[in-house]
């Protein structure tokens, strides 16, 4: 078994699998962070009319069955949805689309939760010291740091490691959609367990790899 | 003090939380250059008077203007930068010292401050923990930081809550000393303390303030030496004034 499980590491098609995965969820991550880590340090921030109905809609959004976002996509990419002419359907395009939605409220809502958790004395301290509206957010978003960091880490964990939504949305096309998730059912299906472990590996190594990066970022943000 | 120009002028100030008045004083000036030390008793109004001249805070009713400014938390910022407080209970930024001491000048784009960093951390015993973490620190310490990074910046205005409270006779010395240097260069300091011999050490004028109005003010020698008011005078004898 182990040393069919080497073997497998040198097929081909696993870098393949591993290229798309990666760019799959780096992508849907990066819009995730790029609107759901402003949003949610803005929710965490302001007093707002609706901010509890936005808070309960993130919340459910957290809670979200990847199928049934894999549905919805789904709906909208195809042909006859209102998205159709994109035709995103069955291309890596439709499965960003489909993991940024996962990853979103995940992001928005953990960052919100922990920029409102930063002591408010720390916002009079700032003030005090003569930074502007913006810094004063900046530095205490920088101080929620922590929590902002297992915020991505959680919507980056749900993100690769789903695989109803991808399924759906990507159909798990060979050297197209295929990422890592979908290729270990297939695998495990077709009795392939040594392709099946390895994939599975790589997918843990990953996850590993992308949570070391994200928390020595977390530590050089302290240093500074 | 008369003729000199008032760089603070409060002017039928009330200010509540809830129903609760916690601060009433019809008129106050205070004015460039000068160190005014604000004495009295716990829960007598000195923070809350210090949170409304860094415009943390807006009074319920009445004026704070700064120099031409009418004060509140939507002050220019170019206003607000002359001014700092080194609170109470300072608050340190989950940063190294070195951080927490530069980071007024950073947010005003200095950059280039290492060299004014470690004046002031050298000056305030504080070299050897330039690279700790701030929030390992002892109350002490994190006293001086915040005094540190108050004084980075040369603000025109310090506003002192209680600055040497959790400080040792030595330590409270090296700050008062950081005092007097900034009185020399013209700075304008409200210090607000309930050690009577601070304010006798430091004030130019000194304040006696009690449930949330000014009692008494007058040039410090003054008003140690022949107090006006029974409950200034009980109080700078320590009896009881409640």
């Known amino acids: 078994m182990s040393a069919d499980l080497l073997t497998e590491f040198a097929?081909?098609?696993?870098?393949?699998?591993?290229?798309?995965t990666l760019r799959v969820t780096g992508t849907a991550l990066f819009i995730a962070c790029l609107v759901g880590v402003p949003l949610g340090a803005m929710l965490g921030l302001v007093r707002f009319r609706g901010q509890r109905l936005v808070t309960l809609t993130l919340y459910t959004g957290m809670g979200l069955p990847p199928v049934v976002v894999g549905l919805f996509v789904y709906m909208l990419l195809s042909r006859?949805?209102?998205?159709?002419?994109?035709?995103w359907l069955f291309t890596p395009a439709g499965m960003i689309v489909a993991q940024t939605i996962i990853a979103f409220p995940l992001v928005a809502a953990l960052t919100m939760s922990a920029v409102a958790g930063v002591d408010r004395a720390v916002h009079a301290?700032?003030?005090?010291?003569?930074?502007?509206?913006?810094?004063?957010?900046?530095?205490?978003?920088?101080?929620?740091?922590?929590?902002?960091?297992?915020?991505?880490?959680?919507?980056?964990?749900?993100?690769?490691?789903?695989?109803?939504?991808?399924?759906?949305?990507?159909?798990?096309?060979?050297g197209q959609t295929r990422v890592l998730t979908t290729a270990i059912v297939l695998f495990t299906r077709q009795g392939d367990f040594a392709m099946a472990m390895a994939l599975g590996i790589v997918l843990i190594v990953i996850a590993f790899a992308a949570n070391l990066l994200l928390l020595r970022l977390q530590g050089r943000l302290g240093e500074r | 003090m008369t003729g000199a120009e008032a760089v603070y002028r409060l002017e039928s100030v009330e200010?509540?939380?809830?129903?609760?008045?916690?601060?009433?004083?019809?008129?106050?000036?205070?004015?460039?250059?000068?160190?005014?030390?604000?004495?009295?008793?716990?829960?007598?109004?000195?923070?809350?008077?210090?949170?409304?001249?860094?415009?943390?805070?807006?009074?319920?009713?009445?004026?704070?203007?700064?120099?031409?400014?009418?004060?509140?938390?939507?002050?220019?910022?170019?206003?607000?930068?002359?001014?700092?407080?080194?609170?109470?209970?300072?608050?340190?930024?989950?940063?190294?010292?070195r951080a927490n001491v530069g980071y007024g000048l950073r947010v005003r784009g200095i950059r280039d401050h290492a060299t004014k960093v470690d004046e002031?951390?050298?000056?305030?015993?504080?070299?050897?923990?330039?690279?700790?973490?701030?929030?390992?620190?002892?109350?002490?310490?994190?006293?001086?930081?915040?005094?540190?990074?108050?004084?980075?910046?040369?603000p025109s205005v310090l506003l002192l809550d209680e600055p040497t409270?959790?400080?040792?006779?030595?330590?409270?010395?090296?700050?008062?000393?950081l005092i007097r240097e900034r009185q020399r260069r013209g700075v304008t300091i409200l210090l607000a303390t309930h050690q009577t011999f601070q304010a006798r050490r430091l004030g130019h004028r000194t304040a006696f303030l009690l449930d949330g109005r000014i009692v008494e003010t007058g040039p410090t020698q003054e008003f140690f030496s022949a107090p006006r008011d029974p409950r200034t005078r009980a109080f700078l004898t320590g009896d009881m004034i409640y």
Not at chain 1, 80 to 87: D, I, M, T, V, Y
Not at chain 1, 143 to 160: H, L, P, Q, S, W
Not at chain 2, 28 to 51: I, N, W
Not at chain 2, 56 to 80: I, K, N, Q, W
Request: net charge positive.
């Open chain 2, 15 to 97: 200010h509540r939380y809830g129903d609760r008045v916690v601060l009433q004083i019809d008129h106050l000036e205070v004015v460039r250059g000068e160190t005014l030390c604000v004495v009295g008793p716990s829960g007598s109004g000195k923070s809350t008077l210090l949170r409304l001249l860094q415009f943390l805070e807006r009074p319920t009713t009445g004026r704070v203007a700064f120099d031409s400014h009418e004060g509140g938390p939507d002050v220019s910022l170019e206003v607000r930068r002359q001014i700092t407080t080194v609170f109470q209970r300072p608050i340190v930024l989950d940063r190294s010292v």
């Open chain 1, 80 to 87: 006859s949805g209102p998205f159709g002419a994109l035709q």
């Open chain 1, 125 to 174: 301290q700032v003030f005090a010291l003569g930074a502007s509206r913006v810094q004063n957010a900046w530095t205490v978003v920088r101080e929620a740091r922590v929590g902002v960091t297992a915020a991505i880490v959680a919507a980056f964990g749900a993100a690769i490691s789903e695989v109803g939504a991808v399924m759906l949305v990507g159909g798990n096309v060979q």
């Open chain 1, 11 to 20: 097929r081909p098609e696993l870098v393949a699998i591993v290229g798309l």
């Open chain 2, 165 to 177: 409270a959790n400080l040792d006779p030595r330590n409270a010395r090296l700050v008062e000393d």
């Open chain 2, 120 to 154: 002031l951390l050298t000056a305030l015993g504080l070299s050897a923990l330039a690279s700790m973490p701030a929030r390992t620190l002892s109350g002490g310490e994190v006293q001086r930081v915040a005094f540190g990074r108050a004084l980075a910046f040369e």
